[in-house]
């Protein structure tokens, strides 16, 4: 059971490169969301889906494009990368988005540097 | 608006202490409450849960009580390892789903 696949683990992009973090899940999730995380800011909600075709904006959606074709793909595309977007970005799914408390599970991260 | 706020780290202590990290909430309605751990370089991994007033989430000899009355869901360990050095994280759910976390708390045990 993998779980929650995401790849790459580690990436260095150019100002204005574009790229996509992959994002998989195997265990019929219908809720699959995207975070990233910086210093002293906790998790922030980027972008979220509660299903196939299905996607909406979190806290921090600006620079970040979504899609859900399938129950098990969540990609998470920057169009033109900027400094800013350097972070730790975790890729997460659950049954629902947890309000009858359900478990979330995350995928190990991507490690993103954009010089 | 929906929110979570956790202690200030980092916390350091040493083996065999006595742990509390606390974290408060505003919501409306009922949210569930989570603990989730962060070890070095990994993703985060759910320690514990409630999801109504009372109930006691525990783990690991890790345990947290959802406080209805003061809206809390504190964290605490009664003896802590140097294996329990890690990011915590505390994080309610919406009623539209969307799950919101506290900023964190570093934990440092020492030998």
């Known amino acids: 059971n993998a779980g929650v696949t995401q790849t790459p683990k580690f990436q260095v992009l150019k100002t204005g490169q574009s790229m996509t973090l992959q994002c998989a899940q195997d265990?019929?999730?219908?809720?699959m969301s995207w975070y990233r995380q910086d210093p002293g800011m906790g998790l922030r909600l980027i972008h979220y889906?509660?299903?196939?075709?299905?996607?909406d904006q979190g806290e921090v959606p600006n620079g970040y494009n979504v899609s859900r074709s399938t129950t098990e793909d969540f990609p998470l595309r920057l169009l033109s990368a900027a400094p800013s977007q350097t972070s730790v970005y975790f890729c997460?799914?659950?049954?629902?988005?947890?309000?009858?408390?359900?478990?979330?599970?995350f995928g190990e991260g991507s490690w993103l540097t954009v010089v | 608006g929906d929110s979570v706020t956790q202690m200030e780290g980092p916390v350091t202590l040493s083996e065999e202490a006595f742990l509390t990290i606390n974290c408060t909430y505003t919501a409306t309605g009922y949210p569930s409450l989570f603990w989730y751990v962060q070890y070095p370089g990994e993703g985060l991994q759910l320690l514990l849960k409630a999801t109504k007033a009372d109930d006691k989430g525990s783990n690991k000899g890790f345990e947290a009580t959802y406080r209805k009355e003061t809206t809390s869901f504190h964290l605490e360990k009664g003896s802590v390892q140097v294996s329990d050095s890690a990011v915590y994280f505390c994080?309610?759910?919406?009623?539209?789903?969307?799950?919101?976390f506290g900023k964190g708390t570093r934990l440092h045990i020492l030998p």
């Open positions: 997460a799914s659950s049954y629902s988005g947890g309000t009858s408390g359900n478990t979330i599970y």
């Open positions: 994080a309610l759910t919406r009623r539209d789903d969307k799950i919101i």
């Open positions: 889906s509660v299903g196939a075709g299905i996607t």
């Open positions: 265990m019929n999730h219908e809720y």
